[in-house]
Every structure is written in structure tokens, then in C-alpha cells.
């Protein structure tokens, strides 16, 4: 008998779950707390229909739950033919969250559940932030605005979740889906420490519910004392911005502050929620990409967009103004040769662009050959986005060969009607 039929033959339980219900996380916790007290460990997961949606407010907090009772409860969870066919659930890391690994980065951290200690934090939210940056067309402020809040929310789990602040042992998980057809991104964080309230009361802080705690936390300058207590505020000030929505959800409360519609203020709300585990913390929250954000507005300052300055270089010697944008095609585009690449650096050149005006300096040296087709989108979507009239003012080729320079005049002359 081999090993997948052994597992199949042990006594377990099977969970069906609905991943498009708000619940499924706590019906699902609920499952393995029942099996776990008969003594069983072994879960057996299906979905309820094919071409499962899987958003990370959800699929996150299970992803957590998958790891913590594997790891912690020696709980084995085996998918069924239908999880393990679903394309969606098969890549989103819910079975096995994804990590760090600096010898092989993925084409795209986004739509999966990353999993990330003190170690790898940093790695794990700029692989998502810069497929962020590749994947969605961002108008000024919002890719600053969603670093800024998503380094926040995970940094908190590292300096809150446990008793013992920055912590080795305190683990996270995270997911950002982009979403084109309502123009979001969505972003969850989650994790099994000891929640909000608890963090607060370890800083002296008494309240007399846990829905007033989370109310509190998202306060300017409330905290447990180890910070500044900004953190969530800003995460609040940036969603609320954007026109978004966020929930916290921690320890069995609910703090929630929606937008309904554009004219109308954000409608906050607090409530009680069934509890998954003792503690735990999710942020889930959602950024409106369809409009820019205003940063200094929202959060009453400036705030350094290292992104930005770290593409930042004096131009006065090539006769622009004091700063020009500075982008290494071969550094920063993964390849030259598909059309497919060519839409990501396109679209990440564009939102750069939208964070400064004024030139930006394309650099080709070291790129032997870009290909037709990698030229012809690249020229494509950048005169799309911005217009002709702006792409001759504001982008300059640097350094292009003889070949590649024949190849953009080529794939110029190609898009032009033919001479009668
Ligand atoms: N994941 C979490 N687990 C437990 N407690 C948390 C978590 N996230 C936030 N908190 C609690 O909420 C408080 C407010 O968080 P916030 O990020 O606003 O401030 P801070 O982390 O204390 O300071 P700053 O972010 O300015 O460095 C924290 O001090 C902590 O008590
Ligand atoms: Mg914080």
C-alpha cells in the first residue's frame, strides 16, 4: 500500500468547504477542534465548486491554520482529486503557505499565501509589492500608500504577536490578490499569536471590551508601548484615502470601517465574531486603484518613497531638470525577448513615471538584443498610458546598440501605414 493510501484508509474527517463564504475559516477551524477532541487528526479537503474563487481574506486564515496545526498538533491535511484539480487552489500556497527562497524567485508573489518570519519579512513584502508594481496599473501615491500600510500590518506581527517583541519565533501570513475588473487590491495578514487586546492590556492598556481594544488600536498613538502606535492609523488614514474598506478581526472582535459609495464617509462599525482560536489577528483590507492617492493628505506629511529615490539621479548633465528617473532595463526587466515580460516592465515603468514628472532614463547597456515583439510592446503600452506627446517628452533611450536601436525602428516603422 503506498503512502497516500494509507493516509486515505486512516479514521479522518472530511471538511467540504464553500471558499466564497466569510465563514469558512471559522467553519473550518470548528471542524478540527471537533476532530482533534475524538482524537483525530487527519482532514481530508474538498471544495464545494469547481472554479473556486479564493480571496485572501479567506484563504489566508486557513493557510495559517493548515501550518499551525500541522506543524504544532501533528494534523496531516490531505486534498481531495477536487482541490488538488482546482488550478487556483493548487498554486495559492493554502496546503503549503510559500516562503522565502533566495535561489529561486517566482514570476509572481501575488495570489499566493506567503508565509514570513523576522528573517525574511523584508524579502517577502518587496517580491510582493514589486509584483504589485508589474502587474496593476497604479495612478500616483497608491504602490507608496500599499507598501506603507502592508509593511505596517506584517511588521506588527512581528513586534506584537507574541509576548516577547521581535520575536524569532513570531510567524505571519500573507496574501495580495489584484483585482482588474473592480479596480482593487486586497490584501490579508493574519496570524495565530495572541491577538489585539492581549497586546494592548501586556502595555497597560485596560478597556472594558475587545471590541473597544480594536476600536482603540487604530487610534493615533495607541499601542502597547514597545512602538509609536501608529501603525494601524496609517493603515486607516490610507484605505479610508483610497475610498477602501479594512476589517480587523482579532480575539473574537470585529472593528470594520467600509466606504459605500464615493460622496460618502467611511461608516466604521464594531462587533462580536465567533472565534477561531484564542488571540489571532486579521487584517484584511482593500485599496481602490482607479484614482490616486494622496499621501501627504492622508496622513498629514511626507513620508520618503524609497522607490522612488532609489531610481532618483541628478540630470542636469544631460540638460533636464535637477532629477530624472533612472531604470536599468537589464536589472530590472527579467529578460527582453517575450512580449509578456514587455507588459510588466511596461506597466511598472508607467507607474514610476506616475510617482515624479519629468524624464526617465531607460538604460539598455548590457542588453544584447531585446526581440521585436518585447519592443513592440514595451513602445506600445507606454504611448497607450501616456500618449505620444509624453513619451517623446518624457522617456529617453540610453545606450541602446546598434541592433536593438535597428529593432525599436523597426518595430516603429512596422505600426505606420504602409507608403501607397
Ligand atoms: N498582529 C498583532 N497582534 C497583537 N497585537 C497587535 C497586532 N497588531 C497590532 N497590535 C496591537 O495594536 C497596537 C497598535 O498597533 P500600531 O501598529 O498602531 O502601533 P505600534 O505597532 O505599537 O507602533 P508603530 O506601528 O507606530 O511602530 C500595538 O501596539 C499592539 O498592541
Ligand atoms: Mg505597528
Not at 472565534?275 to 492617492?293: A, E, N, S
Not at 514587455?342 to 514628472?357: D, I, K, R, S, Y
Amino acid at each position: 500500500m503506498d503512502g497516500s493510501a494509507k493516509r486515505n484508509r486512516q479514521p479522518h474527517i472530511n471538511i467540504t468547504l464553500d471558499l466564497r463564504l466569510k465563514g469558512a475559516p471559522l467553519f473550518f477551524a470548528e471542524k478540527i477542534s471537533r476532530g482533534l477532541a475524538q482524537g483525530i487528526t487527519t482532514f481530508k479537503l474538498r471544495v464545494k465548486s469547481e472554479g473556486e474563487a479564493c480571496f485572501p481574506n479567506i484563504c489566508t486564515p486557513i493557510a495559517g491554520m493548515i501550518d499551525y496545526f500541522t506543524l504544532e498538533r501533528g494534523c496531516t491535511f490531505i486534498p481531495s482529486k477536487s482541490w488538488q484539480s482546482n488550478q487556483l487552489l493548487a498554486h495559492s500556497g493554502i496546503l503549503h503557505p510559500y516562503s522565502y527562497n533566495s535561489l529561486s524567485s517566482p514570476t509572481t508573489y501575488l495570489n499566493k499565501v506567503w508565509k514570513f518570519t523576522r528573517s525574511d519579512h523584508f524579502e517577502v513584502v518587496n517580491g510582493i509589492i514589486d509584483s504589485v508594481r508589474r502587474t496593476a496599473v497604479l495612478p500616483s501615491g497608491v504602490a507608496h500608500g500599499l507598501e506603507l500600510a502592508l509593511n505596517e500590518v506584517t511588521d506588527n506581527i512581528l513586534y506584537h504577536s507574541l509576548r516577547e517583541a521581535n520575536s524569532p519565533d513570531a510567524v505571519g501570513y500573507v496574501m495580495v490578490q489584484y483585482h482588474k475588473t473592480n479596480q482593487r487590491i486586497a490584501v490579508a495578514v493574519f496570524d495565530l499569536g495572541q491577538g489585539i487586546p492581549s497586546s494592548l492590556a501586556s502595555g497597560k492598556m485596560t478597556f472594558d471590551s475587545k471590541e473597544s481594544a480594536l476600536e482603540a488600536a487604530v487610534r493615533k498613538g495607541v499601542g502597547d508601548g514597545t512602538g509609536g502606535g501608529n501603525g494601524l492609523w496609517m493603515m486607516e488614514r490610507i484605505v479610508s484615502s483610497s475610498h477602501g474598506s479594512f476589517e480587523l478581526t482579532s480575539d473574537g472582535a470585529r472593528f470594520a470601517c467600509r466606504h459605500h459609495s464615493d460622496c460618502e464617509k467611511p461608516k466604521a462599525s464594531v462587533s462580536s465574531v465567533s472565534q477561531i482560536r484564542d488571540g489571532t489577528t486579521l487584517v484584511d483590507f482593500q485599496l481602490h486603484i482607479d484614482r490616486p492617492l494622496d499621501l501627504v493628505l492622508a496622513l498629514g506629511a511626507a513620508h520618503t518613497n524609497l522607490w522612488l529615490e532609489d531610481h532618483s539621479v541628478d540630470a542636469t548633465h544631460i540638460g533636464s531638470a535637477a532629477e530624472a528617473l533612472l531604470v536599468s532595463v537589464s536589472d530590472e526587466s527579467r529578460g527582453c525577448a517575450s512580449r509578456y515580460e514587455a507588459q510588466f516592465f511596461a506597466t511598472m515603468v508607467g507607474n514610476l513615471m506616475e510617482e515624479a514628472p519629468g524624464l526617465c532614463v531607460l538604460d539598455f547597456s548590457g542588453v544584447e538584443t531585446v526581440s521585436a515583439s518585447f519592443a513592440d510592446e514595451l513602445l506600445v503600452r507606454l504611448i497607450r498610458r501616456f500618449g505620444i506627446v509624453s513619451v517623446i517628452q518624457r522617456i529617453a533611450f540610453r545606450n541602446l546598440s546598434s541592433i536593438n536601436a535597428a529593432i525599436f525602428n523597426q518595430c516603429f516603422e512596422g505600426r505606420l501605414p504602409r507608403n501607397p
